[in-house]
Every structure is written in C-alpha cells, then in structure tokens.
T-cell receptor, first 113, second 109 residues
Framework: DTEVTQTPKHLVMGMTNKKSLKCEQHMGHRAMYWYKQKAKKPPELMFVYSYEKLSINESVPSRFSPECPNSSLLNLHLHALQPEDSALYLC????????????FGQGTRLTVV | QQPVQSPQAVILREGEDAVINCSSSKALYSVHWYRQKHGEAPVFLMILLKGGEQKGHEKISASFNEKKQQSSLYLTASQLSYSGTYFCGTEKSWGKFQFGAGTQVVVTP
C-alpha cells in the first residue's frame, strides 16, 4: 500500500466553524507533512511531524492546529478560518524525513465562506 | 529562499526534448523533482544529492551542478503523459522543504 489517504476530498466551512482534515498512511513512514497549495502556485510547507512529534511549524497561524495521534494518522484542526485560507491542503509522508521521497495524498479542497 | 525555475512554461510536440532548470542562491545539498498533473497530487520523480549525480526516471533524467548551484531536468522524446507542472524542491534545513514556482509543460500530439 503506497497510498496517502486524505478525507474529506472537499470541505466548505463558515468562518465560525470548527472542522478537521484527516490524513492516513500505512507505509510505516515516520515523517508526515501538511502543505497548503493555492491555485497555480507550488505547495507551501506548513507543518512537519517526525516520529509523532511536531518538529517544524512554518509560522502558521494558530487557527490551524495539527495533531498526530499515532504514526499512521495526521489531523489538521481548523477554527475561525478566513476566506484567504481557501486552498488545497495536501498531506504527505516520507520514510524518515530529509532526503526522502515524499508521497502525497490527493488533498482536501477547502473553501471558507 | 525559494529555488528559481525556468522556463515558466514550455509547449512541446510529442517526441521533442526540453530542459527545465532549477537554481538556488544558497548551497544545495539535494534537489528533488516532482510532477503534478492538473487536479492531482504531486508525484515524486527523483532526488539528486550533492556530488553531481545524474539520475533517471523513464526518459526523464536530471543532473546537479554543485558549482552553479543548479539542477536541470531533461525531458527526452516527450510523451503526452509528460504534461503537467514540474516542481523542483530544496531543503533550507532538515525537513524544511521548499518548492520552486513550477514549470508548466504541455505536450501536444
């Protein structure tokens, strides 16, 4: 199984809502990532988890809260988002991080209204 | 600092060749190449490590020139399936991965 599965595929939420994005991998990878991608732009790194510990937070606003409950799961909790947060949110995993091949999920298309 | 890719876009006919360049003002230890088709996830192509190693993936190969802090991706005898946006990526430090702006490749019949 070389898949990274993200749910939901699409999400529309109001600015006062709380929602969560979910990411799952069963490849035994110990590094997991959240990226944000706007249309016609490259993915931008948000968070990196290494061995279930948050190792990198790229100065992401606190309305985005990551969580890694176990080595296979990664969540992104969303609260009080702004319309400019609308984007494709990509999850990725790699064996150990660093000089690894990263496997990306299909993403969650988020629209904030 | 984001790696700089050129060209921004290229249109090819099937069977033609193209080169995409990726450069950085900072010392590079590795360069990663990904391809993203419209509406899909980025897919890993290859990693090049410091040392000028050349790698290949089907008829796509790449080189890494340490002196110039530059990597080049070579699309040889392009196929329709090569269409997509190609991103190079570099690590600012461990795990801090940064993509270039991307090069859109369109291969026409």
């Amino acid at each position: 199984d070389t898949e990274v599965t993200q749910t939901p595929k699409h999400l529309v939420m109001g600015m006062t809502n709380k929602k969560s994005l979910k990411c799952e991998q069963h490849m035994g990878h110990r590094a997991m990532y959240w990226y944000k991608q706007k249309a016609k732009k490259p993915p931008e790194l948000m968070f990196v988890y290494s061995y279930e510990k948050l190792s990198i937070n790229e100065s992401v606003p606190s309305r985005f809260s990551p969580e890694c409950p176990n080595s296979s799961l990664l969540n992104l909790h969303l609260h009080a988002l702004q319309p400019e947060d609308s984007a494709l949110y990509l999850c990725a995993s790699s064996p150990t991080g660093g000089l690894d091949e990263a496997f990306f999920g299909q993403g969650t298309r988020l629209t904030v209204v | 600092q984001q790696p700089v890719q050129s060209p921004q876009a290229v249109i090819l006919r099937e069977g033609e060749d193209a080169v995409i360049n990726c450069s950085s003002s900072k010392a590079l230890y590795s360069v990663h190449w990904y391809r993203q088709k419209h509406g899909e996830a980025p897919v890993f192509l290859m990693i090049l490590l410091k040392g000028g190693e050349q790698k290949g993936h089907e008829k796509i190969s790449a080189s890494f020139n340490e002196k110039k802090q530059q990597s080049s991706l070579y699309l040889t005898a392009s196929q329709l399936s090569y269409s997509g946006t190609y991103f190079c990526g570099t690590e600012k430090s461990w795990g801090k991965f940064q993509f270039g702006a991307g090069t859109q490749v369109v291969v026409t019949p």
